[in-house]
T-cell receptor, first 116, second 112 residues
Framework: AQKITQTQPGMFVQEKEAVTLDCTYD???????LFWYKQPSSGEMIFLIY??????QNATEGRYSLNFQKARKSANLVISASQLGDSAMYFC?????????????FGKGTRLSVIA | EAQVTQNPRYLITVTGKKLTVTCSQN?????MSWYRQDPGLGLRQIYY???????DKGDVPEGYKVSRKEKRNFPLILESPSPNQTSLYFC???????????FGQGTRLTVV
């Protein structure tokens, strides 16, 4: 079964600085997808970025980029130029593409606090 | 607007009183699922559905039921809620298993 590990329960970052949120995953499958979601204090889950296991380039979406290192099984989220509105919980998640009915598996999350 | 709609957003109920949390999506997605989110445990899948009339258990299905009679709706049923089912619940839908999941707004359930 696949597993996602987020080792940073909480992070602080100064406004306008970049921050990296760590995510490592464990699977023996070769075909999978990696996601990052943001959960603000209002509770909703907001999709940020996606990386497929066969994608050769790191995914980017505006200020978000995913530092995908397949050999190390890591998929760290990089937020550039942090804003106060980035303060939230961030979840890394993975899904297997070819292994039957597998769920989207989430890490336990990292709480990011952006300081003015 | 593409969205997943859950109702109610907040619910307080008593132990043993049956309840249903509704979930509806307007994106014609085949894959839908329910998660619960608990502090320190992250999100865990309760049930999922690959298509109409096709449902299966996730990681924590005990105490829950689901049905998928129509593509757009995927209600979560608690036949006899207990306090350990107090949680934040999310419904999600996606085009397929490996695609981006769209989440509902969440339902905060308290069972007393």
């Amino acid at each position: 079964a696949q597993k996602i590990t987020q080792t940073q329960p909480g992070m602080f970052v100064q406004e306008k600085e970049a921050v990296t949120l760590d995510c490592t995953y464990d699977t023996s499958d070769q075909s999978y997808g990696l996601f990052w979601y943001k959960q603000p204090s209002s509770g909703e889950m907001i999709f940020l970025i996606y990386q497929g296991s066969y994608d050769e380039q790191n995914a980017t979406e505006g200020r978000y980029s995913l530092n995908f290192q397949k050999a190390r099984k890591s998929a760290n989220l990089v937020i550039s130029a942090s804003q106060l509105g980035d303060s939230a919980m961030y979840f890394c998640a993975m899904i297997l593409r070819n292994s039957g009915n597998t769920p989207l598996v989430f890490g336990k999350g990292t709480r990011l606090s952006v300081i003015a | 607007e593409a969205q997943v709609t859950q109702n109610p957003r907040y619910l307080i109920t008593v132990t043993g009183k049956k309840l249903t949390v509704t979930c509806s999506q307007n994106m014609n997605h085949e894959y839908m699922s329910w998660y619960r989110q608990d502090p320190g445990l992250g999100l865990r899948q309760i049930y999922y559905s690959m298509n109409v009339e096709v449902t299966d258990k996730g990681d924590v299905p005990e105490g829950y039921k689901v049905s998928r009679k129509e593509k757009r709706n995927f209600p979560l049923i608690l036949e006899s809620p207990s306090p350990n089912q107090t949680s934040l619940y999310f419904c999600a839908s996606s085009l397929g298993r490996g695609a981006e999941a769209f989440f509902g707004q969440g339902t905060r359930l308290t069972v007393v």
